[in-house]
């Protein structure tokens, strides 16, 4: 009986995938030392590029009239170059700043960043962007603009960046409508930058902003606001809890942000909220801004079913303006619910850590 | 049928699964291919905007009879460079000194903690806060239940939205935490996120910090090395690119708190209890029809200890496989379930297929073909083909894993270490291979006809630590 198959199509198959396979193994192997090479080169060549250029513009930023001989630039160079020059221009103010924007100039980086902005590298885009914003380039304008509307948030968000650097009043209605429409961009570094466009510039539109915003979209902003303008976060707040006392999710929210004391009494009923957020964070402002007239109420608090709730009600009740050593064994000794006991126990035991 | 045309099916259905498996890793290699360029590109411009944001994590790493390395490992997660975090050691009823040297290293001091029990687990003995570290607690807590309940102990405790578990022998990079943080603030619906484990073998750690990189001498722990890469850098970062990730390792992963407690926290009664908690997350959250996402981030956040010996690496993995089995089975309504996307209708079938049954077809195959070549049924030219293929593909499955690493953090510093790396992905089929099948298909026996399995010791030599 012949069972030898060796010349069956199956065999014939096994070996064409065995050579391609093979085959491709080794040309994947010389592509990863060849990536590695050229890797290597690209460090060495940024090496040389920072170790020619930094001191030359640390010494331009620095110094008044300094006029060093500048080494010849080859366009391979220019990104590494640009990348330092940003660096640096990002540490720098003043008169520093011009200076490193007339040798950007004369190094040719405003048409070599128009040039890069239609790169189809997200991290070449963004060089070109940080670039034309530094060098505050009005003719960058409409390309920055077109960018601000990018589906990418870092590329969105770094144009953003450049238009408030070049005309902060012009560009914060296309950047209050992105804060409107986006979920995607870093709320820390969006206060930042509303912070760089300076409260009086950004402090009415993020006020009319807030204020007409869908209240889903509200809670997540509102921590941010009050990062940028303390003052204006607490007054938007308050506005926000007349319109909106019934919405949980901005209730939690502004009662974070509240710096007036005199809306604790409109809060109390908070505290048998459904919503274990708004209980703790009620605890947190009243912390904040109550005195012992809130002892009972935070006493119930202590009693809460939720961990944190009793946490920062505890914490909050050590805080209270006016609050004694006497007065915390006064609360203890007539608190009879276990829980809270538990809570001020462990709360003195924290504070006495430091 | 004929024994011939027995045959001609065994060699169709071979090659057959070889050339189907190898095509899906090598899809995935190039989905993860791509999301490498699109995430190393976007790296540093993402940097500088998350760089001031630094979400909360808790950090809880259970310890059991580790007084040798205790000290050395707190001070590593002490060290890393992140602000906002706090440590939580949970001391698993070690019956060696273990409690006693973090007193006497950290000044510990027992700590009134207002413990809320959110997941039941064995009794908590007392809770201990450092004088010297006010972000470093310890748990002290009753034996049993394993990693896992230790765990579950330390997430009742953990106060912050996200937390990391690990091993307290893994190394992290000081980075890791800035960069797995990530995707929890690009993306609100994150609920886990794992990230690339090296192997620490060969490389030199002082402190507890890494210094140098290098690859071990020890040929085993050599070939998990091209593994370990294979894994992560291949498999999970395409899986997770089609939000079809199964597996957070348990050497390194981050968690969002609430998610798990809602589950139920980490299963004592499981061996994979990371896997089957990655798994019954997507279970629930797609019954529940929540969107969520399980991502993945390639950097090299964690440096494990890979076992050089042949028994520890036999138990090693007998015990994943057996966890894979038990959080496929445990989990199996994922599979075709409506709403899960492509955990449900890719990955699962796809891990069972070719994760949990690869043992059977793989074995099975070279026990037939083998037989049939020997008593003279097949050629050798149809035998010597259809190994060149099987080993061909798997070779250059390992070289893909080679070139991502290449392609992305190069972290091996000298040429000759991806030559030599190259070498071992052609020598591992060499019998390596073919031994992890034997093993797999043991641990898959054993599951099935519900045969105990022990832990032992894992025979660690840790000689990379200074």
């Known amino acids: ?354 | 049928m004929s024994l011939r045309g027995f045959l001609e099916g065994i060699q169709w259905l071979f090659l057959g699964y070889f050339i189907v498996l190898n095509s899906i890793y090598l899809g995935l290699a190039f989905t993860a291919l791509f999301g490498l360029r699109r995430y190393m590109k976007g790296i540093s411009a993402a940097e500088r905007v998350y760089s001031h944001l630094q979400m909360p994590v808790s950090l809880v790493v259970p310890a059991y009879n580790e007084s040798a390395t205790i000290a050395t490992s707190i001070r590593a997660l002490l060290q890393l460079r992140y602000q906002h975090f706090e440590v939580i050691i949970v001391n698993d009823g070690s019956k060696d000194d273990t409690l006693a040297v973090m007193t006497r290293e950290f000044q510990l001091q027992p700590f009134p903690e207002a413990y809320r029990v959110q997941i039941k687990t064995k009794p908590v003995r007392g809770v201990y806060r450092s004088l010297t570290h006010p972000n470093l607690r310890v748990i002290d807590k009753e034996n049993g239940g394993g990693k896992a309940d230790a765990t579950n102990a330390g997430i009742n405790a953990a106060r912050h939205p996200i937390f990391y578990c690990g091993d307290a022998d893994s190394v992290l990079d000081p980075h890791s935490l800035e960069h797995v943080v990530r995707p929890f603030l690009e993306d609100p619906r994150t609920v886990a996120c794992g990230g690339t484990v090296r192997i620490i073998n060969g490389c030199v750690v002082r402190g507890g910090v890494l210094e140098k990189v290098g690859l071990p001498r020890n040929p085993l722990a050599l070939v998990q090395v091209v593994e370990y890469l294979r894994a992560f850098l291949g498999g999970r970062l395409g899986w997770s690119a089609i939000n079809g990730m199964l597996i957070v390792s348990g050497a390194f992963g981050v968690f969002h708190r609430d998610t798990v407690v809602a589950a139920g926290g980490f299963r004592a009664d499981v061996i994979g209890e990371d896997m089957e908690m990655t798994v019954r997350l997507h279970r629930k959250l797609s019954e529940r029809g929540v969107r969520y996402r399980v991502a993945f981030i390639p950097d090299p956040v964690c440096w494990t200890d890979a076992p050089e010996d042949l028994a520890t690496l036999a138990k090693q993995r007998k015990r994943w496989h057996r966890g894979l089995a038990e959080s496929l089975w445990e989990n199996r309504k994922l599979c075709f379930a409506k709403n899960s996307g492509s955990a449900g209708w890719l990955a699962f079938p796809f891990f069972v297929l070719f994760e949990l049954l690869s043992p059977v077809i793989e074995v099975g195959g070279f026990l037939v073909m083998g037989t049939a070549f020997a008593i003279g049924m097949m050629s050798g030219t149809s035998f010597l083909a259809f190994v060149a293929a099987a080993f061909a593909l798997g070779v250059m499955l390992s070289t893909t894993a080679l070139l991502l690493e290449e392609l992305s953090f190069h972290t091996y510093p000298k040429a000759r270490h991806v030559f030599a790396l190259f070498v071992v992905a052609i020598l591992e089929n060499f019998g390596y291979r073919q031994v992890m099948s034997v093993w797999k298909l043991d641990a898959l026996y054993g599951w099935l006809t519900g045969r105990r399995i022990l832990w032992g010791d894992m025979k660690r030599k840790a000689n990379w630590q200074q």
């Open chain 1, 1 to 354: 009986m012949d069972l030898n198959t060796g010349s069956d199509l199956v065999v014939t198959l096994a070996w064409r995938s065995a050579q391609v396979a093979a085959i491709a193994a080794a040309l994947m192997l010389a592509t990863a030392l060849i990536v590695r090479r050229y890797l290597q080169w690209q460090e060495r060549l940024h090496a040389r590029v920072i170790g020619n250029w930094r001191p030359l513009l640390t010494q331009i930023a620095i110094e008044e009239g300094a006029t060093p001989e500048l080494p010849k630039l080859p366009a391979r160079h220019l990104p590494f170059l640009m990348e330092e020059w940003n660096a640096l221009h990002d540490a720098v103010r003043g008169e520093s700043s011009t200076r490193l924007n007339d040798l950007a100039l004369r190094l040719g980086f405003d048409a070599a960043a128009r040039h890069l902005m239609n790169s189809r590298e997200v991290g070449k885009q963004i060089l070109a962007i940080r670039t034309l914003g530094h060098l505050r380039d009005p003719t960058a304008w409409k390309s920055l603009q077109e960018q601000l509307v990018s589906v990418n948030a870092l590329v969105s968000f770094y144009a953003a960046a450049a238009l408030v650097q070049i005309d902060a009043q012009r560009a914060m209605p296309g950047i209050m409508l992105q804060v409107a429409e986006r979920e995607s961009w870093p709320g820390e570094a969006m206060a930042r930058l509303l912070v760089d466009a300076g409260a009086d510039v950004a402090r009415e539109p993020i006020r009319a902003l807030m204020l007409s915003l869908a209240p889903a979209k509200v809670p997540p902003l509102l921590p941010w606001l009050a990062h940028v303008d303390a003052v204006l976060g607490s007054e938007v707040a308050t506005e926000l809890l007349k319109r909106h006392g019934g919405d949980d999710h901005i209730v939690a929210a502004a009662l974070l942000v509240l710096l007036e004391p005199s809306v604790l009494p409109d809060l109390r009923h908070y505290a048998s909220s459904a919503d274990a957020d708004i209980r703790k964070n009620l605890a947190l402002a009243i912390g904040h801004l109550g005195d012992l007239a809130e002892t009972e109420l935070l006493m119930q608090l202590m009693g809460d079913r939720v961990w944190w709730v009793r946490y920062r009600a505890a914490q909050a009740l050590l805080k209270l303006r006016g609050m004694t050593a006497e007065g915390i064994e006064a609360v203890r000794a007539r608190l009879i619910d276990p829980y809270a006991l538990d809570m001020l126990k462990h709360v003195r035991a924290e504070e006495s850590l430091g």
